[in-house]
């Protein structure tokens, strides 16, 4: 099996603090967290399908354009 790895983001603002956590499981799953004020939603388990899906869904909604990284830097 190969090595678990984990990437944690911190999300939010002002009182709206919280994490988004992605974790490797098994060699072609991935555990998605959510935490927000000391609370967890339910982890879910992502298929390598759902993983596309949801870059897809990433990119449409918040496309990662030159004038886009400007705003945010």
């Not at 060699?27 to 982890?43: A, E, Q």
Request: hydrophobic letters at 40%.
């Amino acid at each position: 099996m190969a090595d678990t790895k984990r990437i944690n983001l911190r999300v939010g603002t002002g009182t709206q603090i919280g994490s988004v956590s992605l974790t490797t499981w098994l060699p072609d799953r991935i555990f998605l967290s959510v935490s927000s004020n000391g609370g967890y939603s339910p982890t879910v388990v992502l298929t390598p399908e759902q993983v596309r899906e949801l870059r897809r869904a990433l990119d449409e909604i918040a496309p990662q354009s030159e004038e886009m990284l400007r705003l945010v830097a």
